[in-house]
């Protein structure tokens, strides 16, 4: 069966501080990879996606994430959190490029990071 | 340009009423998609339109749904009636042919009462 596993509903980080927030997939092909973020009253923004080429991909913001096939893994990274990071983060996964217009993405759950001044 | 669009940002309704979503894409762009999150949920597909014509909507609840997309501009989505497990957010998103990310607008927070 697809899926996305955010193990981590909420995490609370001091600014400044490093973040990784996981992500686990199942899929039966290869998969499209996506982070999005939804700060409040906003829409969901994405911050990067991977699909192929080099495994550590950069997003917006200072946000990277990195692919490990062998873990089934796409954790986001980023190395000094500030308090306008402050959201809900998606991790999604659909069908790669090239499999038609189909963007039906599988989503996790979401990961919800408050920043402590 | 103008980003994704949607109508109304909150709605608050009966059970057994009428709630008609509308959302805007970007200009230009032909896939137009429909996503709902239910509280405590993940985001769930609904349905993907291509210009005016259904590609997908595997996702969609149930006969209640109705979604339309005339002209292969903005798109609406009806429920009719509707009920309390209804409530949710509402994202619709867009993307342009064969481009790799989704465009989302802000949602419409729909609550059944």
């Known amino acids: 069966a697809q899926s996305v596993t955010q193990p981590d509903i909420h995490i609370t980080v001091s600014e400044g501080a490093s973040l990784e927030l996981r992500c686990n997939y199942s899929y039966g092909a290869t998969p499209y990879l996506f982070w999005y973020v939804q700060s409040p009253g906003q829409g969901l923004q994405l911050l990067l996606k991977?699909?192929?080429?080099d495994t550590l991909v950069q997003g917006i913001k200072g946000f990277e994430a990195e692919f490990k096939r062998s873990q089934s893994s796409f954790n986001l990274r980023k190395p000094s959190v500030h308090w306008s990071d402050a959201a809900e983060y998606f991790c999604?996964?659909?069908?790669?490029?090239?499999?038609?217009?189909?963007?039906?993405?599988?989503w996790g759950l979401g990961t919800s990071l408050a920043v402590n001044p | 340009e103008a980003g994704v669009t949607q109508f109304p940002s909150h709605s608050v309704i009966e059970k057994g009423q009428t709630v008609t979503l509308r959302c805007d894409p970007i200009s230009g762009h032909d896939n137009l998609y429909w996503y709902r999150r239910v509280m405590g949920k993940e985001i769930k597909f609904l349905l993907h339109?291509?210009?005016?014509?259904?590609?997908?909507e595997s996702g969609m609840p149930n006969n209640r749904f109705l979604a339309e997309r005339t002209g292969g501009t903005y798109s609406t989505l009806k429920v009719q009636p509707a009920e309390l497990e209804d409530s949710g957010v509402y994202f619709c998103a867009s993307s342009q042919a064969g481009t790799s990310a989704l465009h989302f607008g802000n949602g419409t927070r729909l609550t059944v009462t």
């Open positions: 991977y699909f192929s080429g």
């Open positions: 339109f291509v210009k005016e014509s259904k590609q997908d």
């Open positions: 999604a996964v659909g069908a790669p490029p090239g499999a038609g217009n189909n963007r039906k993405l599988i």
